[in-house]
């Protein structure tokens, strides 16, 4: 037995004894979180073995005669193992003290089996070597995460958050499987070979499938169900969820690109284009957030554009012999898969934190947790920074290789021009307004006063919960500041893509690595002589402490301070054509007025129209079918044989 089937069975194996554990409470929790955990060390580092070594691996289920489950394990298989092991490791981990009320020991029990079996059939579908394979371990994946967004399901908005993630991820797997089925129909295999197919079904297949894969990623418009369910979810599940789960819709649309050696301009237009729209949007929808694990959900449509927009850059530079656009554009969009995860993942570990101790995921009822709370504070401060792109952390790296990327194609043709100017411009917008998001919400959440009692009277004990915390904003400053390693395990990535170019020379990211370290290195350096030089001159003087400064009232209050909605508000008024806003604010009159209040939600303009578009006219339509269903087991019976004589008339 291979290592990494090993590693799958001792992950299934800690969820499934958590089940039969699960009068032992705190022995149940030992026994997953150990056994999840080792699985994951041992299928982390089989993974990266691999990905220095350049050792794919083969090997198939021969026991089943009709249905032959193959799997391999190339260098993009790999890479994505790396972060789907992290990941899930360091969520086992936070778990222990985030699923710690005994009075809920059979759902803790049922979110370990899950949750195992989510980290086991994600890894499976990143390997899996044809379509069935891949198929069954997608409704796996699709299913085990299902339910752990309703693992809540008392609570009505967890029930509907559910069925909408359901309804997402099924309409979305029938679009992989009409990809599969045109590519099947033309070679009469189930194998993942598609080279020889004409072109225009390439390109129909290739539409299909990142429709399909779209969904499961969180790309515009097929991103409806995320807000919902990452909230929804437990935050270990969030972080899981959105750290890595979403990414194996990336990891399709890349290997449905291997797969179908479909090198034209159009897929990096479509892929550059849906990338620049998720990203733009996701953090304009995210901006008028007031639920702080909704608004990372909507960073996370956000950051999947940036990878598209990495990987569509990498299309074009391949489709238009550009070879250096090509490689930067994939490298700087797989280093993004696995800097996303990491940073994500923090955000939502620290969000559940906050949750745990607070109650509430109101952005405006929190405020001045940064004194009470020091150790989630700076580790969130450090994952806000690298979301946003800026050095020294990991988020910058990755957006900066696919600025490269992009410069790299303003010399081309128009068309090459206008998308590398669109995927510029995009970036930078996008930077800009992550930057305005996490100040709005660093500055509301951690800094202040508190705004209401559940801000008041918080810690943070719990030291499986904060050690995850801490590695995660480790590696956002390592990869920030020494990136050379984490670049090379990219390039061996893209290496398997079997890009026209031969070997990748890794001397120019060499280079590129040396002057980030070296940059990071004097910035660093001057941030800790400030810091010294501030502690050296402070020392022996008295320090005051005071409220912050209340417009000439002279007792002010925590309701003086801004609230998120007040902070955002100009710039969401700019983008209120795509972002509508609905206010609930009854007018003040009289010279003694009543009591008033103020609301505001931002509307996707998705889901704003999908009911009235889509869900009414289904509903319409099978409404109006109704007549088909009497109740009559005869009648059944005759539907049955009739679809059994029109089948006959095709095989």
């Known amino acids: 037995m291979n290592l990494f089937l090993l590693s799958v069975l001792i992950i299934v194996s800690g969820g499934t004894l958590a089940v039969f554990l699960s009068r032992q409470f705190v022995m149940m929790r030992w026994v997953a979180v150990l056994s999840i955990g080792s699985g994951c060390c041992m299928g982390m580092l089989d993974a990266l073995s691999r990905l220095i070594s350049d050792a794919p691996l083969a090997f198939s289920i021969g026991h089943l005669s009709t249905l032959g489950l193959e799997f391999r394990i190339d260098g993009l298989s790999a890479f994505f193992l790396l972060a789907i092991f992290g990941i899930c490791l360091m969520a086992a981990v936070y778990s222990f003290n985030y699923l710690s009320h005994v009075e809920n020991r059979l759902s803790t029990a049922v979110s370990y089996l899950f949750f195992s079996l989510l980290t086991a059939s994600m890894a499976l579908v990143v390997t899996a070597a044809n379509m069935l394979t891949f198929l069954l371990a997608w409704e796996l994946m699709s299913l085990a995460s299902f339910f752990l967004v309703v693992l809540d399901y008392q609570d009505p908005q967890n029930r509907k958050a559910g069925y909408l993630y359901f309804v997402f991820s099924h309409v979305g797997a029938m679009f992989i499987i ?33 429709i399909g894969f779209g969904s499961k990623a969180g790309v515009f418009p097929f991103h409806v169900w995320l807000p919902h369910a990452h909230p929804a979810a437990p935050s270990h599940i969030s972080a899981v969820m959105s750290g890595v789960m979403i990414k194996t819709g990336i990891y399709g649309i890349l290997r449905m690109y291997v797969i179908l050696d479909l090198h034209t301009p159009a897929t990096g237009s479509l892929v550059v284009i849906a990338g620049v729209v998720s990203g733009i949007l996701g953090v304009v929808y995210a901006l008028g957030q007031h639920d702080l694990k909704r608004l990372l959900a909507y960073h996370s449509v956000e950051n999947i554009g940036i990878i598209l927009i990495g990987i569509g850059i990498g299309m074009i530079g391949v489709a238009t012999q550009n070879p250096i656009m090509a490689v930067l554009g994939f490298a700087g969009g797989l280093l993004h898969v696995l800097n996303h995860a990491i940073f994500k993942s923090l955000l939502f570990m620290g969000a559940g934190m906050i949750l745990h101790k607070t109650g509430t995921r109101t952005i405006d009822a929190l405020g001045g947790l940064l004194k009470r709370m020091k150790i989630t504070g700076v580790t969130f401060l450090i994952g806000s920074l690298a979301i946003a792109g800026l050095p020294p952390f990991n988020g910058f790296v990755s957006e900066f290789l696919i600025y490269l990327g992009s410069f790299r194609g303003i010399a081309g043709n128009p068309e090459v021009f206008a998308l590398s100017l669109l995927a510029i411009v995009g970036l930078a917008l996008i930077g800009g307004l992550a930057l305005a998001c996490f100040t709005k919400v660093v500055g509301v959440v951690f800094q202040g006063e508190p705004r209401s009692p559940a801000a008041e009277q918080v810690d943070e004990k719990g030291p499986a919960m904060l050690l995850p915390m801490l590695i995660l904003a480790a590696g956002c400053a390592l990869i920030g500041i020494y990136p050379g390693a984490f670049m090379f395990l990219a390039t061996k990535a893209v290496a398997s893509l079997g890009l026209p170019y031969g070997r990748i020379p890794t001397l120019p990211f060499a280079h590129l690595s040396a002057n980030i370290t070296l940059a990071a290195t004097l910035f660093l350096a001057a941030v800790l ?119 006959l008339f095709f095989v």
Do not use: N
């Open 529 to 647: 002589f400030i810091l010294a030089l501030r502690k050296i001159l402070y020392q022996g003087k008295p320090m005051g402490r005071g409220g912050t400064w209340g417009c000439g009232f002279t007792q002010p209050t925590a309701r003086m301070q801004y609230t998120g909605s007040s902070y955002a508000g100009s710039i969401l008024e700019f983008f209120k054509p795509v972002a509508p806003l609905q206010e609930d604010h009854p007018p003040v009159e009289g010279l003694f007025p009543s009591t008033t209040h103020y609301h505001s939600q931002i509307h996707d303009i998705v889901a704003l129209h999908l009911d009235r578009f889509v869900v009414a006219p289904v509903v319409w339509l099978f409404d109006k079918l109704r007549w088909i269903q009497h109740g009559d087991i005869h009648l059944y019976i005759g539907y049955i044989l009739l679809a059994i004589v029109v089948l």
């Open 178 to 210: 009409v990809a599969f089925g045109l590519i099947y129909r033309d070679t009469g295999s189930f194998a993942f070979d598609a080279t020889a197919l004409a072109p225009p079904i390439k390109l129909l297949a290739f539409v299909f499938a990142f």
